[in-house]
């Protein structure tokens, strides 16, 4: 279970609740630094510019982003229109608030929610969604936590794009430092990746798309999947 009630609601477990914590105001004003010009090349073996790139022929001109960091690829990559609409869900109010700052250049909206459940929004209403380094800091297997791709693949349009990346711990490549980062990000509850494999990715994809393409770089995958199987 994701969730339980409290006060006749339901509250995120601890475990997926863990995992954002880390992303506080005063980790944010570093986060870029950290990891697009730190962890990802230096101990996963991925540039910026392939994450950069990614978005620039993936987002469209309504935008949802679920797990939103800070904003960073969002505010560097070409949207197809001047003035596009984006959607920023995230169970974190600090990030929440922290991108919609650093988007104010656009239309945005702020919706705090857990992915692993249904989302609080119109279905087929996005052009595009974007899901970038999320499911390797949810709890549990890629067979468990991949439902996030299909509650994002109710969401976009048909012919619309879901897209995102995330470092894997098996069927990639991952150097000594990487893997010694990875442990100790997992032993702190940030990461939930040591049973992220390629293949677990792959099927998922599979499962709630009919198309999609997925490469990786170094230990990175990064992925884009159209047309939600049911309609």
């Known amino acids: 279970m994701n969730t339980h009630i409290q006060d006749g609601k339901p509250v995120a477990d601890a475990a997926v609740l863990a995992g954002q914590a880390a992303y506080h105001k005063r980790a944010l004003n570093l986060y870029d630094l950290m990891v ?3 962890s990802a090349p230096f101990f996963w073996r991925c540039p910026a510019s392939e994450f950069r790139r990614l978005y620039d022929v993936s987002v469209g001109a309504e935008h949802m982003e679920i797990g939103v960091g800070t904003g960073y690829l969002l505010t560097h990559c070409r949207f197809p229109v001047l003035d596009p609409r984006i959607t920023l869900v995230d169970l974190n109010p600090d990030t929440l608030v922290y991108t919609a700052r650093q988007l104010s250049g656009y239309r945005t909206e702020q919706i705090r929610a857990n992915a692993l459940e249904p989302l609080p929004v119109p279905r087929r209403d996005y052009d595009s969604v974007g899901i970038s380094f999320l499911l390797h800091c949810m709890p549990g297997s890629l067979h468990e936590k991949g439902v996030v791709l299909g509650h994002a693949a109710s969401v976009v349009r048909p012919g619309g794009v879901v897209f995102g990346s995330t470092v894997l711990s098996s069927g990639v490549p991952v150097s000594y430092a990487g893997r010694k980062l990875m442990g100790l990000l997992n032993s702190k509850g940030i990461f939930h ?11 998922q994809l599979e499962k709630y798309f009919v198309g999609h393409e997925l490469i990786t770089r170094g230990s990175v995958a990064l992925f884009r ?6 309609a």
């Open 225 to 230: 999947a159209w047309t939600p199987v049911q």
């Open 36 to 38: 697009f010009y730190g």
């Open 193 to 203: 990746n040591e049973h992220d494999d390629l293949d677990s990715l792959r099927e």
